[in-house]
């Protein structure tokens, strides 16, 4: 996901990486959601909400926002790693659940 979510603050590729991420982002709601998973259900419906308003923008997003979807990456990472240790899955950082300012330039 990195790769793409740092391709948002680049104008060339911003339309290609966005759709992309909002794709990912509406598989692992539905994979999760059929797994039963609420943690992951939860934030990457969040996520995917977020993302949905930022897919009809013409302009790069800005760096707090960057910032905020590779800590969202990070915790889909810790809870890839929770479940190859069977592990109990981390609890979601509250930070996540804070929208960045989206429309900072």
């Known amino acids: 996901m990195e790769p793409l979510i740092v391709d948002l603050g680049n104008s060339n590729r911003y339309h290609r ?24 259900v939860r934030l990457s419906t969040f996520v995917e909400d ?34 190859k240790m069977d592990n109990e899955l981390s609890k979601i950082h509250f930070s996540l659940l804070i929208l960045p300012d989206m429309e900072k330039m």
């Open 50 to 83: 977020a993302l949905e308003t930022l897919r009809f923008r013409d302009t790069v997003v800005n760096e707090e926002t960057i910032n905020w979807l590779i800590s969202v990456s990070d915790m889909f990472m810790q809870w890839q790693e929770d479940f």
């Open 17 to 40: 990486s966005i759709e992309e991420l909002f794709r990912i982002f509406h598989n692992i709601k539905s994979a999760s959601g059929y797994l039963q998973i609420e943690p992951m």
